[in-house]
Nanobody
Framework: QVQLVESGGGLVQAGGSLRLSCAAS????????AGWFRQAPGKEREFVAA????????DHADSVKGRFTISRNNAKNTVYLQMNSLKPEDTAVYYC?????????????????WGQGTQVTVSS
């Protein structure tokens, strides 16, 4: 059983940067592919980025491509989301998720484990 805890959210002005972290415990983190999703008020949870167990394969939603970068450090059991050039429309609760590495990365919400989320607010 893997537990995921997100951190690094906060309030930032448009054009600013934040780095989110997702710390995993309770399992061998290198066995899991990971992803970031976000949910704005009144909207469905949407895919942001995903990374394979080794970090060798990544995928980013078109809306964040070129601005956000997902990465991981398996020695620290942590996945990161570097967010640059933030826009007000990036405001949402950001969630980390993990699934068994055999399943690979996906843009769907078919992940086995989820964190509680961290709020990101971008002011104009």
């Amino acid at each position: 059983q893997v537990q995921l805890v997100e951190s690094g959210g906060g309030l930032v002005q448009a054009g600013g940067s934040l780095r989110l972290s997702c710390a995993a415990s309770g399992g061998t983190f290198s066995r899991y592919a990971a992803g970031w999703f976000r949910q704005a008020p009144g909207k469905e949870r949407e895919f942001v980025a995903a990374i394979s167990w080794s970090g060798g394969s990544t995928d980013h939603a078109d809306s964040v491509k070129g601005r956000f970068t997902i990465s991981r450090n398996n020695a620290k059991n942590t996945v990161y989301l570097q967010m640059n050039s933030l826009k007000p429309e990036d405001t949402a609760v950001y969630y980390c998720a993990a699934r068994d590495f055999i399943q690979g990365i996906t843009r769907s919400r078919q992940y086995d484990y989820w964190g509680q989320g961290t709020q990101v607010t971008v002011s104009s």
